[in-house]
C-alpha cells in the first residue's frame, strides 16, 4: 500500500463504564453500606471517613442509581401534586411548603397545573402523574370541581386534598376558614361596628364560601342584620369596582370584612379617592396576610393563614400513608388576626332622645 493510498482511522476513545458503589467502597477503603450512607446524606459517619468517600465519588464520578434501588422497594421516592392556579397567594405558598417538606422527607415533587378545574381533567393530571411513577398524590383544591366520587380514579394511590369541602371522603388540611372569618367579624364588632358589609371571593371557592358562612353566622349571633354578600373575584380591580360603589352609596358601611388582601388594597383605594379615611370613614379588614399587606395605605389588619404548615402537615400526612399508617382524615391549622391601622372604633351611637 502506498503513502497515497493509506487512510487514517481514527479510533474512538473507550467508552468508560458506569462506577458502581462497589468501585467507590474499594477506592475509598470502606464498605458498600457506608458510602450508601454517605451519598445518601446521613449522618452517622466519621468526618475523616466522609472526606474519603465523597473524594472517590468525585474522582470516579460515582451517581448513586437511586431509581433502581427505589424500583427495587416498591418506591419511586416521589409525589404528584395537582393544583389550579399557581398565581394564587395560598397555592405559591403552599407550594413552596410541599415541595420543601417533600425534599426534607427525601422525595421530589412533580408539579402538574390544571388550568380549567374540571372532575375530567382532574382526573387526567392523576392519570399523568401515575405515569410518572410517583408514591402519592396531592392534590391543592381552590375551586369546586363536581362529584369526589370522579376522584376514586387515582390507582390506589394515597391522596391528601388542601384546601377542599370537609365533607369529602379524603385526608384534608386546611387552614381554618371559619375560625379565621369568626376573628375579622368579631374584631369589628368589638370596636362597635354594627354595619358591617362583607366581601367574598368567587362562588366556586370553598374557602370564601366557608368565610362568608361564618360571617353570616357570627353577625347572626350578635343579633344583628346581614346586608347582602358582595362577590368579587380575588383581584384588586374586582375590591376597587366594588369599593366604589359602597363609596358613593347612602347607606355606606362603616366597616368592610374582604375576603382576601388584594381585593381589601382596592377596597382602600375606592374609599381615598372618594375623599374618605381608613379608619376614621370605615374600617376594613383583609384575609390572607400577604407580605403588602403592612405596606397598605393604612397598614391592613388582616387574618393570618400558616400556609407553611397548611403544606407541611400535607405532606407529612401523605407520607405517612405511603408508609402504611393512619393518617388523620381532617387538619386544620388555626389562624390568627393580625390588627394594624385600617381598623378602629366604630361610630358612638347617639343618645336616645
Do not use: C
Request: no cysteine; charged share 20%; proline share 6%.
Amino acid at each position: 500500500m502506498t503513502a497515497d493510498s493509506e487512510t487514517s482511522v481514527e479510533l474512538s476513545a473507550p467508552v468508560r463504564e458506569r462506577a458502581s458503589i462497589n468501585d467507590v467502597a474499594r477506592l475509598a477503603g470502606v464498605s458498600a453500606q457506608t458510602v450508601s450512607r454517605v451519598a445518601n446524606g446521613m449522618n452517622n459517619v466519621r468526618p475523616d471517613t466522609r472526606d474519603r468517600v465523597l473524594a472517590a465519588i468525585k474522582e470516579l464520578q460515582y451517581r448513586p442509581n437511586s431509581a433502581a434501588r427505589n424500583l427495587k422497594a416498591g418506591r419511586f421516592r416521589s409525589i404528584g401534586v395537582v393544583t389550579f392556579d399557581l398565581s394564587a397567594l395560598g397555592n405559591e405558598r403552599t407550594l413552596n411548603a410541599v415541595a420543601e417538606s417533600a425534599a426534607a422527607a427525601g422525595y421530589t415533587t412533580i408539579l402538574l397545573p390544571v388550568s380549567n378545574p374540571t372532575e375530567s381533567m382532574v382526573v387526567g393530571a392523576f392519570g399523568r402523574l401515575q405515569e410518572q411513577a410517583v408514591d402519592g398524590l396531592i392534590l391543592i383544591m381552590s375551586a369546586e370541581i363536581g362529584s369526589p366520587d370522579e376522584l376514586q380514579l387515582t390507582a390506589g394511590l394515597p391522596l391528601v386534598i388542601i384546601d377542599s369541602d370537609a365533607t369529602q371522603p379524603y385526608t384534608l388540611v386546611d387552614n381554618d376558614q371559619e375560625q379565621g372569618a369568626r376573628l375579622a367579624t368579631m374584631h369589628l364588632l368589638e370596636l362597635g361596628h354594627r354595619d358591617i358589609v362583607h366581601i367574598s371571593g368567587p362562588a366556586d371557592s370553598f374557602s370564601a364560601r366557608r368565610r362568608t358562612e361564618a360571617f353570616r353566622h357570627t353577625m347572626g349571633e350578635a343579633g344583628l342584620p346581614v346586608r347582602p354578600v358582595l362577590v368579587g373575584d380575588w383581584s384588586a380591580a374586582s375590591g376597587l369596582a366594588i369599593g366604589r360603589e359602597l363609596a358613593a352609596s347612602a347607606e355606606r358601611p362603616t366597616a368592610v370584612f374582604v375576603s382576601n388582601d388584594q381585593m381589601a388594597l382596592g377596597v382602600m383605594h375606592a374609599f381615598h379617592e372618594r375623599g374618605l379615611h381608613v379608619p376614621g370613614d370605615v374600617s376594613i379588614v383583609g384575609f390572607d396576610d400577604s407580605e403588602e399587606a403592612a405596606a397598605f395605605w393604612p397598614a391592613l389588619t388582616t387574618v393570618h393563614q400558616h400556609f407553611d404548615i397548611v403544606g407541611q402537615s400535607a405532606t407529612n400526612s401523605l407520607i405517612a400513608m405511603i408508609d402504611g399508617e393512619p393518617a388523620p382524615k381532617n387538619t386544620l391549622v388555626a389562624t390568627r388576626l393580625v390588627v394594624r391601622d385600617s381598623t378602629g372604633p366604630g361610630p358612638v351611637p347617639a343618645p336616645a332622645p
